[in-house]
């Protein structure tokens, strides 16, 4: 808003300081006194227009005008050696038809600003499309054109992801409505997996009684050559006693033979008859190949009494086993084991 104006050497005016008012300013005055002089001065600052130096008041080599806008200061200097603008305290001397861009910007004001007494009535003469062309210039209307447009697409973007929600929808509803089995599937798939653990606990259970038995027919195998060992070591204490048996039999042959030979030396008995000695002979005959069978017959007997010690440490170390392999329940009949 314009809130001062000092002109000095401009037409008419020597020096002439205006404070308008910031609602409208009345000027009265009569002819020639510089009323239309005002406006040329606000133009030329504004707009760089008249060009040249006409206006420069006679008898005077400069003229300077002074705007105060807002909180700014615009001043204008012209001569023949100076054509100058000033923003507070920046100056702009380097500048063609149109003022600098920063003038512009502050003083803000353009050719629609500014009407003459001879003028046509603003707006009225013109066309429809220059009268556009000025509000446009006044407000910007390619920034509603723009928002209408930017509204309109908003709005047909909107209607076909509304259109394509429904179509969405129509579609999700039909999906669902070929999906009733789903509940049905549900109610199969928990029945299913069911019976999956219902197989893998028989698996386990299949696996357990597989290992029951590949340890009992394990034990059933120990047991049987247990109990050759049983009949071996039978036969084993049979033998036994009859080596006793034997053995007392040479003891008491020779002892017998002991005393035939003291006897034999002591007395002048005659010899004995032959078939007596000869039977006597073949009895000891008998008696030393017995005694020799019944020899050979102990180193068996001592093999086959470590056998024996060896498989009954090998059957408590199964029946160990298998009793942890059981555990205290069977698992056929789910009772607990009597030991």
Known sequence: MLKELIIQNFQAHKKTELILSPRVNTIVGETDAGKSAL???????AMNTPSGDAF???GTKEARVEIKVDDVSIIRT??????TYHLDDEEFNSFRNDPPEEIQRAIN?????????????FWFSETAGEVSRQLNDIVDLAIIDQTLSNIVKRVNKSRQESESLDKLYEDARESRASMDFVPEMERDFAEVEGLGKESNELAESRRLLHSVLSSIQTHQREEEKLRDAVYHSQEFLDSWKECNRVAKEIITVRSLCTSVKE??????????????????????????????DLKKLLDVMKVSD????NQINQA??????????IGETCPLCHQAIQR
Do not use: Y
């Open 39 to 45: 406006f040329r001065c606000i133009k030329w600052v």
């Open 56 to 58: 420069i008041r006679h």
């Open 78 to 83: 012209k001569s023949a050696s100076k054509n």
């Open 109 to 121: 004001l353009g050719e629609i600003n500014f009407q003459g007494q001879f003028d046509s009535p």
């Open 263 to 292: 006897l034999s030396e002591k007395s002048s008995v005659p010899d004995m008859p032959l078939d007596e000695l000869r039977s006597v002979a073949a009895i000891v005959k008998a008696v030393t190949m017995r005694k020799n």
């Open 306 to 309: 470590k056998d024996m010690v």
């Open 316 to 325: 408590k170390r199964f029946e160990k086993e298998l009793h942890e392999a």
